[in-house]
T-cell receptor
Framework: GESVGLHLPTLSVQEGDNSIINCAYS??????FIWYKQESGKGPQFIID?????DKRQGQRVTVLLNKTVKHLSLQIAATQPGDSAVYFC???????????FGKGTLLTVNP | DGGITQSPKYLFRKEGQNVTLSCEQN?????MYWYRQDPGQGLRLIYY???????QKGDIAEGYSVSREKKESFPLTVTSAQKNPTAFYLC??????????FGSGTRLTVV
């Protein structure tokens, strides 16, 4: 979920388990959301996106769920692998100028 | 292959120096962005440009400057006015939001 202060939320899972990473947003005008994966020392990589006219979208091993009522976004990773260990960010577009606003991220650690 | 390239990967700055971080893209994207990332923090927008010869301040523009003379290039100068420049800097480009692509970053350290 969203973090407060300087410490990232962390999620530790066993290899093969499913992971769920959460993100809350506050702006009801946000109409587009993206999940990114960032490995240590690298730039963020696009994982999956969703528009506000949808509540679910699936990719390869990943599913994004959007609950506009409670302004909540989640990323589900199926059969989590050690290579999935990274920081995961949600980003939202608040409807103007192609700017994205990023959450602080969640650190996912996959234990073999 | 199309992509976005940041250089250098590591950069060291002495007190009072200006340094320039390079960002080049061959994706033919109109928009380019600079973000700053501090440990345990999300990405904060420094400057962005939606078209050549035009750019706007982001949330933390003080102590930074940019130029956009060519579509492919969006260099960021960290000036001596930036009192706490040590951070990881990320450049991105986009053609519409779904094409938002990041470079691999530059780690700047004050020595």
């Amino acid at each position: 979920g969203e973090s407060v202060g300087l410490h990232l939320p962390t999620l530790s899972v066993q290899e093969g388990d499913n992971s769920i990473i959460n993100c809350a947003y506050s702006n009801s005008a946000s109409d587009y959301f993206i999940w990114y994966k960032q490995e240590s020392g690298k730039g963020p990589q696009f994982i999956i996106d969703i528009r506000s006219n949808m509540d679910k979208r699936q990719g390869q091993r990943v599913t994004v769920l959007l609950n506009k009522t409670v302004k909540h976004l989640s990323l589900q990773i199926a059969a989590t692998q050690p290579g999935d260990s990274a920081v995961y960010f949600c980003a939202e577009n608040r409807g103007s100028n192609y700017k994205l606003t990023f959450g602080k991220g969640t650190l996912l650690t996959v234990n073999p | 292959d199309g992509g976005i390239t940041q250089s250098p990967k590591y950069l060291f700055r002495k007190e009072g120096q200006n340094v320039t971080l390079s960002c080049e893209q061959n994706l033919n994207h109109d928009a380019m962005y600079w973000y700053r990332q501090d440990p345990g923090q999300g990405l904060r927008l420094i400057y962005y440009s939606q078209i050549v010869n035009d750019f706007q301040k982001g949330d933390i523009a003080e102590g930074y400057s940019v130029s956009r003379e060519k579509k492919e290039s969006f260099p960021l100068t960290v000036t001596s006015a930036q009192k706490n420049p040590t951070a990881f800097y990320l450049c991105a480009s986009a053609q519409g939001l779904s094409g938002y692509t990041f470079g691999s970053g530059t780690r700047l350290t004050v020595v």
